[in-house]
């Protein structure tokens, strides 16, 4: 019966510990009642995805594929010499927030 409830117990404290890791912690703010996002985001492999399109629009800060606008930072890996017109496969992953990193422009 004990260890049937320490399994218990610790399955519970281990699912609590995923949750907190995969959504982040919120915090929230005094009396206003507002909610102030607490991020803390670690990438794994499963939550990237992959965008194959051709680029209509380039520069230093963003690359726009298939019509939409996706920010580039300075940690985004850019293959050779991309130019409008070009298809080409973006590496991105959705932040919490609902921002997109773009990591690899192939």
Do not use: C, H, W
């Amino acid at each position: 019966m004990k260890k049937m409830l320490r399994m218990s117990v610790l399955s519970v404290l281990v699912l609590s510990a995923l949750a907190f890791s995969a959504f982040g912690a919120m915090a929230m703010a005094s009396a206003s009642g507002t909610e102030t996002p607490v991020v803390s985001a670690t990438v794994t492999p499963s939550l990237k995805q992959e965008v194959i399109g051709t680029v209509t629009a380039i520069n230093a800060t963003s690359i726009t594929l298939n019509g939409t606008v996706y920010s580039l930072s300075a940690t985004t890996q850019i293959q050779g010499a991309v130019k409008a017109g070009d298809t080409v496969k973006l590496e991105i992953v959705t932040n919490p927030d609902g921002s997109v990193t773009v990591y690899e422009v192939a």
